[in-house]
């Protein structure tokens, strides 16, 4: 069933700030999530992502600013909230001794619900997750991704209003990744509100309606993927690899001389924006510029991340 969307925020964060002692991991950000939203977190390990996050599940009291978790303080109402929320942690502690069935009824029990409810809303969530036929397999036989989309069925127990993603896809091979997309973006469909934290510029782009991207505790950017890839980079990239680091280094100091456009080295790559690709790399072969492979993409997150912070989100 899909749920009214609310022009008031679910989520509301001004100048939220946390510190470890001296050590300020969240520094002052600033952002909103509406009902029925796909919002996102995107950036590298350390980023200050999951602190932010732990701050909204009301399990990590901020040190400074405002946050408003479904129209509460999590500060005094942290109980209230936390009943309120479906929860996927990078870990996903499940009891691996139990049957697959076992782990979602024992959640349920949590939050107080009727055994005959948590076993109707089981049923449906196993076949969400299609885990259906594991149901009575105990809960260490199965795969990572398995793992990850019981997981998401057990933080769906309680019907909540509002669900966290911790790096919820981090370890997962290809297919058990985009399979995981897959149960995601149907909860999208369905009008949840769903809260992200990634580093997987695919996995932002592909899944948020809007996202953050945060360096160094702080949002550098906010908007829509689309919208943020337009704003801060060119339409294409031109990608030159080199067999040697020599190669690499000439090859980046005739470009950086040239009116090449911005241009930035990244390991064993050198990438050159433009908004015309393929003239670029006409113009690149015609100049003597000889590269091992020459590669034509669309630009990504990833490369407003880089133009933005310097850093690529492998970093």
Known sequence: MTRD???APLIKAKALTK?????????G??????AGEFFGFLGV??????????MIASVSPRSDGELSVLGMDPARH????RARLGVVQQDDNLDTELSVADNLFLYG????????DIRHRADQLL????????RDERVETLSGGMRRRLAIARALINRPDLVLLDEPTTGLDPHARHLLWDRLYQLKRDGVTLVLTTHYMDEAEQLCDRLVLMDQGRIVAE?????LIERYTTRSVVELRFTTRAGQEAALARLAASAAGRVASVADRILLYADDGERCAAELAACGVQAASTRIRPTSLEDVFLTLTGRSLAD
């Open 5 to 7: 969307r609310s022009d």
């Open 19 to 27: 510190q470890f002692g001296q050590r300020v991991v969240v520094d």
């Open 29 to 34: 950000v600033d952002f909103s999530v509406r």
């Open 45 to 54: 390990n350390g980023a200050g992502k999951t602190s932010t996050m732990r």
């Open 78 to 81: 942290g109980r209230r909230i």
């Open 109 to 116: 029990r949590y939050f107080g619900l009727p055994r005959c």
């Open 127 to 134: 076949r969400f997750a299609q885990l259906d036929d594991r």
């Open 223 to 227: 908007g829509s993927p689309r919208a």
